[in-house]
Each structure stands twice: as structure tokens, then as C-alpha cells.
């Protein structure tokens, strides 16, 4: 009896290890099929707005005919960890957003030496990936920047939240959105620390917090700032769980409408907040053609086809201001891409 | 030996069925890479078994982490140490977190989870605000010297191609002398009777707090050595996440390597192996193309299932054991 418990305790780990695996065997075939190309798309973390991205992964995956697998890791070790994986896989290309683009130089060249390797939403400028598709962020940032002269034209006091401050296109739409207020010329190299009080051209801003990329984080650091300074003008939402969270803060505090909101990115929140006049505006991105875009080049590449890649390495999708003026129509526009209509 | 032999099966069946699935899993590059990420979360794990041998917790192990590495770009790159310097920095500073962590929990009567959950929160801290958050690393300029000792590989000859990691070489260095102080010194023996129970231990006379305070700065020690090498191997270091949850992966291994969190048991081979099945796992879900999303389910679920079988072996094993004496008490 206890030879047989002890044996049906060993077969039960083996068959779930193995039944954990088996589930994935009807699509390995595929997957591994050399006659079909296979193609990764990896984000910078886990976020809707990669549910976007992904749906455009899709969509492309059906019109160029090839595998594609989106990998949401969990931090730069984590990304670094499933590069190596992908290779390992011999996948006939990879799309990455660095999460940083200098120091990650090392795992990216690895890659692009045994794949063809190209960058999105965020770039590594100095490795050997072959090219970039995504928007300057830093003239993002400064349409963001605009948006808020456009709703606070009398300037006043403002805090801007963000993930975090590490990878490169967050440093640089915050610092666009910064010199934008300040009235600075255009210069994406400049860098204001985030705990500096900065003052100019009519606005003060107070303060920059990170919430290490939770939404439940960035609404407490949206609540502490109504508690501290509570005569506040301006919030502005810099990462796409942002301005949602901003919001359930100022709800929260019942400050809705007394303070004006800027965000970023197309959250579902954010949009219905455009509607409803809690937010000023938004500056979205196009993540679904990151998606698209990323794959449309990669299996070009994988073809041997190398005239997708544009002279200057650089695919601009540009961003775009919405306002309450314009947000029923991208809504609409979002829902279709997405297939939800 | 028989709990070893379970968990070398475990680990076997999943490699295998990886291997079935996707034979890519068996390239050289593959395997070269599953070494490396098993070296770097077998030293944190050993760590990690060594106060859970005393009946202990160290939730504080993956802020070290992050803390070293934080320090480390800044005392090399913006301050221009030299590199033995830094690394004696950083060692002694994780060292001194060990020590304080111990004698908290000794002198002061501190629970351990307090102790180290403090410790968390306090390092990680420290590590963001030294750093104002930014992203640091080490440019390119130590790519082909100090960064070898997480990133080299040495070539094993008759190996078709296999070059093995840096790293693992300092994780059999530091597996032989856990094992050997574990299982063959004094000191050992003495930790292991104080996590069965810590009173009878004094009552013995055994110097019980000394050797608790050796296993949190062992621990911390073993914390240092990794986030030495994660760093490197990143080559950057993001504050906020550096590290973060590894002292989670550590335990994991550990328990699953045989450890139980009531003290008093523990293998250092076991513990090993332990953090192999985590890495084989987390490779085998990128390989066979299993959505992230699912990952730590599939993880959570064979740590458990490991844990229940075994649980199911040692009462097995305990009930033919008691069954023999009564026999024998018959006969």
C-alpha cells in the first residue's frame, strides 16, 4: 500500500510536468515547422498597452504568413533571459523594446549576430540591431508638454507620475514634456533629476514619482500628492496606467474637474475620462503598428528581402494629440483594430 | 538519498519532456545559458538554505541582490575604484547586513520574517535612492575583464562545443564547501540539531546564537556573491527591480530541494537541483512557446507538486519504518 502510494505520488509530479507541457504540443509543430517562419515580438513588461501591440502582431502574423510569439518579460534580467531563450529557439527574427538600450548593448549584438534583430517602442541606439520603428519620444513628450499650455494656458503648479524613470523612451518623454513647459529649446540630452523642483514660463513642477510600473502604486503616489499639495493645477500621467489612476485619485478626493488631468497612452479609462471632460487630452502612440510594423519587417527580413529597412534605420510611427474633440472617432478607430467591434 | 534521487527525477522528467517537445532544448547554447541562470539562483539558494536550516527566513536576499548591484557601477564607474577594491566593498557590505540581520534576530529576540522583511524594504530603498532610479551599468569598458566572471566560459574539451559558464564553476566551489561544512564539521552538525530544536541545542551546549548569526551572514554572504555576478551579467541595474522576488525563487529551491521551513533539514545538492528545476522550467516555457502569462502558474504548480509528492514519500517511508519496529516488537 505504501509502495503504491509513494509510486503514485512520483507518476502524478511526472504526468503533470509532462501534461503541463503536452498542452502546448498541438501548436509545437508549427511553431518548429521550418517551412513556416517564426517570428518574436518582445515587450518591456506586462501592459495593456502591449494588448494592442499584440493584436497588431496578430493581424500581421495572418498577412505575412508566418508564427509569431509575444513574450512579456519581467525587467531587464528577465528580457536579457528570454533573448537568450529565443535564440535558443533559432527564431528567424526577433522585435525588442529594450529596457535599457545602452547598457543592454551586449545581449542585443548576441541577438542581432544570430537573428535578425530589430528594435521598437524604445531603441538602442549603439548596438547592431537593425533598425528602429517606433516615435521620438522626446517630441512626444513636448506634445504632451503642449497639451498641458493648451489646457493651463495661465501656467500654474504640476506633477508629473511615470512607471519608471530607466528606459529610454521614458526619460525622454518626460524630459519633451519638462522642456515643453519650461519654454527650453528643443535638446533631447537634457536630464532634470526627478526629485527637482522646477520652475518657469508660468509653471512650477513639483515633483516627479515613480510607481516601479503598478497602477495600484501609481494611485496611492496620485493620493499623497492631493494630501500634499492639495491647491494643485496639474497632474500629468506619463505611462499608460497613469492618468486612470490619477483619476480614481482625484474621484477618491472628490477633486474631479478641479484639477486638470494630461495623460498618456490610449487606456480605456483615459478615453472614457476624455469623454467625460475629467481629462484635458491625451498623446497616444500606435502600438497596434508597432505590432504590425515589427512583424511586416521581420518577415520581409527573414526572406532575405533587406529593402524594408528604411536609410536612416528609423520606421516613425508618429504620436498624435487626442482631445475630447477627436476621441469618439479614435475610439472607434481603436475598437475596430482591436476586433472588438 | 531518496529525497535526492526524487528531485533528480523530477528534474530529469522535465528536461526530458522539454527536449521530446523542442530539441533545441539540448543545443549547446541552450544548455550553456540553463547552466549560467542555474549557477546564479543556485548561490542565492544555498543562502537561503542555510537559514532555513535554523528554522529561519531571509526575505531580504533579492534587495541585497539589488543593493550590490546598484553599488557596485557606482564605486567602479562614477567614484573610478579599482575593482578588487569595489568587490571587497560590496562583499563586506552584504556581509555587515548578514551580521545585523543575525544579531537582531539573536540578541534582540527579532522574528526572522520581521527582520529580514524590513530589510527588503530598507535596501531596496536605499538602492533607488542612491541611484535617483536611473537605469546604471558598466558600459562597455569592463566587457572583457571583470565581466568575464559572470559572463566567461571556459571551454571543456571532448565536449562537442560545450564551453561552461564562469559561474558555475564558483557555484561547485561554493556547493563543496557547504557541503562539507554542512555535513562533515562540528559547526554543521550544531545547526542543523538548533533547527530541530533550537532549546535542546543550548541545553547541550551548543553556542546557538553564534551559529544562527553565521547562517544570516552566510546567507547575505551567498547574496553578495550572486548580486555580484547578476550585475555583471546585466551589465545594468534597474533599482526598482534588480532582484526583486529572487529571495522567493530561493526558498522555492530550497524547499524544494529537500529544506523544510520548520528547520532543522536541508541538502545542499538538493537545493541545487531545486534551483535547476526552476531555471529548466522558466527556459522550457520560453522554448515551447507557453504564454508568459502563464508562467509562474506552471511554476507555482510543479514547486507544489514536488512538495506533495515528497510529502507523500516521507510518510510512506515513516509508516513502513513503524511498522518494521512494531514487527519486530512482536516477534
Not at chain 1, 514619482?209 to 501609481?218: E, H, L, N
Not at chain 2, 522528467?13 to 549560467?36: E, H, M, S
Not at chain 2, 564562469?166 to 540539531?193: D, E, Y
Request: charged share 20%.
Amino acid at each position: 500500500m505504501n509502495l503504491f502510494r509513494s509510486s503514485l505520488g512520483a507518476l502524478l509530479v511526472v504526468g503533470i510536468a509532462l501534461g503541463g507541457c503536452k498542452k502546448e504540443d498541438s501548436d509545437q509543430p508549427e511553431s518548429t515547422g521550418k517551412e513556416k517562419i517564426s517570428l518574436a515580438f518582445v515587450t518591456n513588461g506586462p501592459a495593456n498597452f502591449w494588448t494592442i501591440a499584440t493584436a497588431g502582431v496578430n493581424a500581421a502574423a495572418k498577412d505575412f504568413d508566418c508564427n509569431t510569439d509575444v513574450r512579456l518579460p519581467n525587467g531587464l534580467v528577465d528580457q536579457n533571459r528570454v533573448l537568450e531563450d529565443l535564440l535558443a529557439r533559432n527564431v528567424d527574427g526577433i522585435a525588442v523594446s529594450p529596457i535599457d538600450g545602452e547598457n543592454q548593448n551586449g545581449k542585443i549584438n548576441e541577438a542581432a549576430g544570430r537573428t535578425h534583430l530589430i528594435t521598437h517602442d524604445s531603441d538602442a541606439p549603439g548596438s547592431d540591431r537593425l533598425m528602429y520603428i517606433g516615435m521620438d519620444n522626446y517630441t512626444a513628450g513636448r506634445m504632451c508638454g503642449e497639451l498641458v499650455k493648451e489646457a493651463m494656458p495661465d501656467g500654474g503648479e504640476v506633477i508629473i507620475f511615470i512607471g519608471r524613470l530607466e528606459q529610454a523612451n521614458a526619460k525622454l518623454r518626460r524630459q519633451g514634456t519638462i522642456d515643453e513647459l519650461l519654454g527650453r529649446d528643443f535638446d533631447p540630452t537634457n536630464y532634470d533629476s526627478p526629485n527637482a523642483r522646477l520652475e518657469g514660463n508660468g509653471f512650477v513642477i513639483l515633483d516627479t514619482r515613480t510607481d516601479d510600473f503598478t497602477q495600484a502604486g501609481s494611485q496611492s503616489q496620485a493620493e499623497d500628492a492631493l494630501a500634499r499639495y492639495p491647491e494643485i493645477d496639474g497632474m500629468i500621467g506619463l505611462f499608460a496606467y497613469n492618468p486612470p489612476a490619477i483619476l480614481n485619485a482625484l474621484r477618491g478626493a472628490d477633486k474631479l474637474d478641479q484639477v486638470t488631468v494630461i495623460g498618456f497612452d490610449e487606456d480605456e479609462d483615459t478615453l472614457e475620462g476624455i469623454k467625460d471632460g475629467h481629462i484635458f487630452g491625451t498623446i497616444v502612440q500606435n502600438p497596434y503598428m508597432y505590432g504590425y510594423e515589427s512583424i511586416r519587417i521581420l518577415a520581409a527580413l527573414a526572406r532575405e528581402d533587406m529593402s524594408v529597412i528604411p536609410e536612416d534605420g528609423f520606421l516613425d510611427i508618429p504620436a498624435r494629440k487626442i482631445v475630447k474633440a477627436n476621441v469618439d472617432d479614435f475610439h472607434a478607430e481603436l475598437r475596430k483594430l482591436m476586433g472588438e467591434d | 538519498m531518496i529525497k535526492l534521487l526524487g528531485i533528480l527525477a523530477l528534474l530529469f522528467a522535465v528536461c526530458a519532456t522539454t527536449a521530446k517537445l523542442n530539441p533545441d532544448f539540448l543545443g549547446v547554447y541552450n544548455i550553456q545559458n540553463v547552466v549560467r541562470w542555474t549557477s546564479l539562483f543556485g548561490i542565492i539558494s544555498i543562502g537561503a538554505a542555510f537559514v532555513i536550516i535554523t528554522g529561519g527566513i531571509d526575505l531580504s536576499i533579492g534587495s541585497v541582490v539589488g543593493l550590490v548591484g546598484c553599488v557596485m557601477p557606482i564605486l567602479l564607474v562614477n567614484k573610478g575604484w579599482p575593482a578588487w577594491l569595489m568587490l571587497l566593498a560590496v562583499m563586506g557590505m552584504a556581509l555587515l547586513i548578514g551580521l545585523i540581520h543575525g544579531l537582531l534576530i539573536t540578541k534582540m529576540r527579532l522574528q526572522p520574517f520581521v527582520v529580514t522583511l524590513c530589510g527588503l524594504l530598507i535596501y531596496r530603498g536605499i538602492g533607488r535612492w542612491i541611484t535617483n532610479d536611473r537605469t546604471i551599468g558598466f558600459g562597455s569598458e569592463f566587457n572583457d575583464n571583470l565581466r568575464l566572471v559572470a559572463t566567461g566560459k571556459v571551454h571543456i574539451p571532448g565536449l562537442n562545443g560545450f564551453a561552461m559558464p564562469v559561474p558555475a564553476f564558483i557555484l561547485i566551489a561554493l556547493v563543496i564547501v557547504s557541503a562539507l561544512f554542512l555535513n562533515r564539521t562540528i559547526w554543521g552538525r550544531h545547526l542543523l540539531a538548533l533547527g530541530r530544536s533550537e532549546e535542546a541545542a543550548r541545553y547541550s551546549g551548543i553556542r546557538t546564537d553564534r551559529l544562527v548569526i553565521l547562517a544570516y551572514v552566510i546567507c547575505s554572504g551567498m547574496a553578495g556573491i550572486a548580486g555580484i555576478l547578476f550585475a555583471l551579467d546585466a551589465n545594468a541595474v534597474q533599482p526598482a527591480s534588480h532582484g526583486s522576488f529572487y529571495e522567493l525563487y530561493a526558498i522555492a529551491a530550497a524547499v524544494l530541494g529537500g529544506c523544510s521551513l520548520r528547520g532543522g533539514e536541508g541538502s545542499i545538492i538538493g537545493v541545487v537541483i531545486g534551483a535547476a528545476i526552476m531555471r529548466v522550467l522558466y527556459n522550457s516555457i520560453n522554448l515551447l512557446g507557453i504564454p508568459t502569462q502563464l508562467e509562474f502558474a506552471i511554476i507555482g504548480s510543479v514547486i507544489l507538486l514536488g512538495v506533495v509528492a515528497d510529502e507523500i514519500v516521507r510518510r510512506a517511508l515513516r509508516n513502513r519504518a513503524a511498522r518494521k519496529r512494531l514487527k519486530r516488537g512482536n516477534e
